[in-house]
């Protein structure tokens, strides 16, 4: 491999002072290939994320070209304002959150809930600016942040099990077990098992292998149609013009007149937490963290998450964050933003694909959203079960998700009861303002008829 050059006429030369690839320890082609690994492994959300936004009543190949245009703004900000090799997209809960709860749940129309979006991407870049931000993430109980987390990738895997048939509706028991025998259940058991071995064997790129496969089994099974052309495949026609049935169409004013508190709440909660552990993770494992395990430019690396949010709601998706796929990239060796501006230029060339999400079934994702959700359990075992004190507040953080459909009241009975359990117990020491603010902010939520 040949030395990298400083001349400012030779572009690795240019890339290399840019991107401090030399004080970090990398070259170009090591970041070019940390960007091309980890866009393998999030490329699943390019079909993912269209899928779930059509129950909220959004058109699929705009949701497409939105998600793929939000994700590499998002990233490019990463790369060359943070200069971190972690790449951003739509995050998995947050698009749950968005269509479940506030379209389908609270009957707001998916402009408002963008405007929501919107918002919630203005507040955070507030929070970025001021110490807010840090006091809400030194406030808020180690146990309180697993539990949502924990509680998301449940709540994702029961859409999953939903959306695959496995389990269905029943009026005496709530839910039941699917037909097994249905085409369509089929199809998902076989993405489930399929999916999980290439997981199990650490397959890179092994969600979007698992699309694809289960995808075409779907159409040997008559669940999906067959591709009738090229035009199944590729777009020729400009890409930016797919997304306009829902770029610029949020409805700002609809959201700030509508009582939304909670739902601000949850979309910049659950994005701060899950943000700010994906880039402890990341820079973890590239070796960015100072010798105090502190994120360098933290504050640049929020920013990025809260402008591509911002960006997101305009052209058409719900909550843009850090996504922990970024490890992969890492694990290649990928140091700087190089890495992310890798992937923000392959998002950008994958707008053309935007036809490919019309062949894919709800079967053909509802095995991701499953094994997302199995990935996110794992932290379940950091907290501490033996305290019956941490145990009840994770427990009904974790548990209401799913059933009430809502992160939103999960994260309201988590931080209620654990404030509660807390005082009544004695410990009303490991108690703050922070949890008390928020707590009383819950219980007038509910009693003004909030749900």
Known sequence: MSTVKNSSGNPEGFLEKFFKLNELGTNVRTEIIAGLTTFVTMAYILFVNPLILQDAGMPISATFAATAMAAAFGTLIMGLYANYPIALAPGMGLNAFFTYTVVLGMGLSWQTALGAVFISGIVFFIMTVTKIREWIIEGVPPVLRISIGVGIGLFIAFIGLKNGGLIVADQATFVKLGNMKSPGVLVTVFGLIFTGALIS??????????????????????????????????????????????????????????????????????????????????????????????????????????????????????????????????????????????????????????????????????????????????????????????????????????????IAQGIAFGFMSYTFIKLVSGKHKENNLVMYVFTVLFIIHFIIGGH
């Open 201 to 406: 064997r650490k397959v890179k790129g092994g969600l979007l292998i698992g699309i694809i496969a289960t995808t075409l089994l779907s159409m040997i099974m008559g669940v999906s149609p067959y591709p009738t052309g090229i035009s199944s495949f590729i777009s020729l026609t400009n890409p930016f013009a797919s997304v306009a049935p829902v770029a610029f169409e949020l409805d700002i004013l609809g959201a700030l007149s509508y009582g939304f508190i909670s739902i601000l709440f949850a979309f910049t909660l659950v994005d701060l937490f899950d943000n700010i552990g994906t880039l402890l993770g990341v820079t973890r494992k590239a070796g960015l963290l100072d010798e105090n395990g502190n994120l360098p430019r933290a504050g640049k690396a929020l920013m990025a998450d809260s402008v591509g949010t911002t960006f997101g709601s305009i052209v058409g998706t719900p909550t843009v964050t850090s996504y922990i796929e970024s490890a992969a990239g890492a694990a290649e060796g990928g140091k700087s933003g190089l890495t992310a501006v890798t992937v923000a230029g392959l998002f950008i060339v994958s707008l053309i694909f935007a036809p490919l999400v019309g062949l894919i079934p709800g079967q053909a994702t509802a095995p991701i959203l499953i094994l997302v959700g199995v990935l996110m359990m794992a932290e379940v075992v950091h907290i501490n079960f033996d305290d019956f004190t941490e145990a009840l507040p994770a427990f009904m953080t974790i548990v209401m998700m799913p059933l009430t459909f809502s």
